[in-house]
């Protein structure tokens, strides 16, 4: 394998860099929550459910300790092009945590190739997408603030140009694989975005000056989450739905060697391939089967949320961080009567905690406390929820990780 590497870096005009780290993770979680990847992702702790006898089967507590999220990257700068005119990059970067329940397996984290001229950039491959940006809490969790933050890697298509030596342009058309919009099933599936043949647009601007840095986006997304309905006797019929949204976000940043001071806000609409929560409302509109054996088309209505973030980091060593976040559910425009989606009877949520970090070059010991919060209720006639009691996790974690 040596040889091989050694034989490709010596190929002229191409020069390789890899890089990589070794994580393990050990967290606690006081009770069972809303996850992925065994726990090391955690969302927002389950509602209350009780047994036979009233007692919170959710009320259990749990433990782990994984090194899923090792990972090895490689950058690859190549030949010019057009006489120097245009720069060729590319990345390859894998984690090992594996996809669904099957862990521990290599997964495609960044896989992308760049092409750079004259202040502009085109990409193409798969990467964060824009509404994660730059722009993130300093948390050691690895849900990184998901759902109050955006939070998704995608297949894409991104041009960004540069205005004079502050604003930055962006514009994306990108699809779903790994993070997926949920459906009727109140799952994730690609099948959504496959069925619409439509990609999700973006654009985006970006204002840096010294220190400081200012953003918003705005995204649309048309998805079908289905194309076929069986009645309750058997019958199946074609149906032709779509659900089309639009959301946005704006991000602000204040950031030297020492201090950290950042925030972001969405305002979302349907957006639960960003690891966010939400969904969809449907109305039956129209009965394709008969009195006795009905099966209806719906008229579908994205659910609007609000998710706020903010923290504050000091230090270089030896550095301290506190964030919190606040998330809110807007329920739809009109009436509906079922909906679909993540986390649809939670009316809102509350994250606060805090982390200290020492650093060293090349090492990383950290230790992290996050408590949240949320309200669980009735679902309302627009998607909202009433009624609320609120349930609460406390969530402690410490990581150790060497990079190279």
């Not at 993070?179 to 840096?208: H, R």
Request: one cysteine or more.
């Amino acid at each position: 394998m040596l040889t091989a590497i050694d034989a490709g870096a010596q190929r002229p005009n191409f020069s390789y860099k890899f890089y990589g780290q070794i994580r393990a993770d050990v967290f606690y979680n006081s009770r069972a929550n809303k996850e992925s990847a065994d726990g090391i992702v955690n969302y927002y702790p389950l509602d209350k459910n009780p047994d036979a006898t009233g007692r919170d089967l959710n009320a259990t507590s749990n433990l782990g300790f994984y090194t899923l999220y090792s990972r090895l990257g490689l950058d690859v700068q190549g030949p010019d092009l057009k006489d120097g005119a245009i720069h060729t990059a590319a990345k390859m970067e894998i984690d090992f945590r594996g996809s669904s329940t099957s862990y521990s397996l290599a997964r495609i984290r960044h896989m992308y190739l760049q092409l750079g001229w004259k202040r502009q950039s085109l990409l193409v491959g798969q990467t964060w997408h824009p509404f994660y940006g730059d722009i993130a809490p300093e948390v050691l969790s690895l849900d990184m603030g998901a759902p109050f933050q955006p939070f998704s890697r995608a297949p894409q298509v991104r041009y960004q140009a540069e205005v004079g030596r502050r604003v930055r342009l962006t514009g994306a058309a990108l699809w779903q694989t790994q993070y997926t919009s949920y459906g009727y099933a109140n799952s994730a599936s690609e099948s959504l975005i496959k069925q619409s043949c439509t990609p999700e647009f973006l654009i985006g601007v970006d204002y840096t000056h010294g220190h400081f840095t200012l953003g918003a986006a705005a995204e649309m997304l048309s998805v079908v989450p289905r194309t076929q309905v069986t009645s309750p006797g058997g019958l199946t019929y074609k149906v032709d739905e779509r659900l089309t949204s639009f959301s946005g976000e704006l991000h602000l940043r204040y950031k030297t060697q020492r201090f950290a001071a950042a925030a972001k806000t969405v305002i979302g609409s349907n957006l639960t391939q960003l690891s966010t929560l939400g969904g969809f409302g449907v109305r039956p509109v129209r009965n394709l089967g008969s009195a006795t054996d009905e099966a209806y088309t719906y008229d579908l209505k994205p659910l609007r949320t609000s998710a706020t973030w903010a923290s504050l980091s000091y230090g270089t060593r030896l550095r301290a961080t506190a964030f919190g976040g606040y998330y809110k559910n807007l329920g739809a425009r009109s009436t509906v009567s079922q909906t679909y989606g993540n986390g649809t009877d939670i009316d809102q949520m509350f994250m606060a905690g805090m982390n200290l970090t020492y650093n060293l070059p090349h090492w990383k010991f950290g230790v992290e406390y996050t408590a949240r919060a949320a309200d669980y209720g009735q679902k309302t006639s627009h998607g909202r929820v009433s009624q609320p009691h609120r349930v609460t996790n406390h969530r402690a974690m410490a990581t150790t990780i060497f990079l190279f």
